[in-house]
């Protein structure tokens, strides 16, 4: 065999090798929108959500996850758990993703803010749901990584910063909804503030026991809330 014929042989195994790797994640990626819609119905009676928004379950099914946590862990990309994505930090369980993201009840020509970038994947989830999202990392280097996939794979309305998500981003305020995915052991009072009324924040709250709630901003200024599920986040830093 001449060396181009060699090389032939080895572009056209790297391709055939791709392609199946494509397709198995598109058919482990409907197997995990399977499992989270199962655990949705499971959970109904403590969350109140009893069936996933047909768009949520949409933007669950197409964005790949497995292009947002460490090369060794792609093969379990689609397992319904947290991974860990380096700096001691987790991308979350997709059915928390996915319940965090039906309890925000996004319209397309919102703003949303997201507390804590991680991976970028709940923030590319969301891109997919709303006009704009601004999400805050306080970990540099894991906020650039994120940047750096969001912006590979095209999710042109993600804007990102490095800094304290506990003061949220006030330049950028009122956020229609606001998404915090790590755990303050109370509610950060910027973040009310940047809540317009009627938007919803939906934010893990408390210290060695931590309750998923959702906080409703009402036209009086008051604030309802509602504690839909024990959860495991990582802390909050400041
Ligand atoms: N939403 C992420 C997962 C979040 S893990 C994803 O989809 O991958 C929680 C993240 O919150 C971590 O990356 C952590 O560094 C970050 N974090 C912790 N405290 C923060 C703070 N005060 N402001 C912004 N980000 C914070």
Redesign the pocket.
């Known amino acids: 065999m001449t060396f181009s014929q060699i090389l032939l042989v080895v572009l056209f195994v790297t391709r055939a090798v791709s392609e199946v790797e494509a397709q198995n994640f598109t058919a482990e990626r409907q197997q995990m929108v399977k499992e989270i819609d199962a655990m949705v119905a499971a959970t109904e009676r403590a969350t109140g959500v009893a069936k996933l928004d047909e768009r949520v379950r949409e933007a669950m099914s197409v964005v790949p996850r497995h292009e947002?946590v460490p090369a060794p862990a792609r093969s379990s990309a689609y397992r319904n758990r947290p991974l860990p994505?380096g700096?001691g930090?987790?991308?979350?369980q997709p059915f928390i993703?996915a319940l965090m993201t039906e309890l925000l009840q996004l319209e397309k020509t919102g703003k949303v803010l997201?507390?804590?970038?991680?991976?970028?994947?709940?923030?590319a989830i969301l891109s997919l749901l709303a006009r704009d999202v601004y999400t805050?990392?306080?970990?540099p280097s894991?906020a650039k990584a994120a940047q750096a996939t969001l912006g590979r794979l095209g999710y042109g309305n993600v804007h990102t910063s490095v800094g304290?998500?506990?003061l949220g981003w006030p330049e950028q305020a009122p956020f229609d909804a606001i998404i915090v995915?790590?755990a303050p052991d109370h509610i950060p009072p910027e973040l009310v503030k940047q809540l317009r009324t009627g938007g919803k924040m939906v934010i893990p709250v408390g210290t060695s026991r931590q309750e998923l709630m959702v906080l409703t901003k009402n036209a009086n200024g008051t604030t309802s809330m509602r504690t839909v599920a024990p959860v495991t986040?990582?802390p909050?830093?400041?």
């Open positions: 947002f994505i700096k930090q987790t991308i979350s993703v997201e507390v804590g970038t991680g991976s970028g994947y709940q923030a805050i990392e306080i970990v894991l304290d998500g506990y995915t790590a986040f990582v909050l830093t400041r």
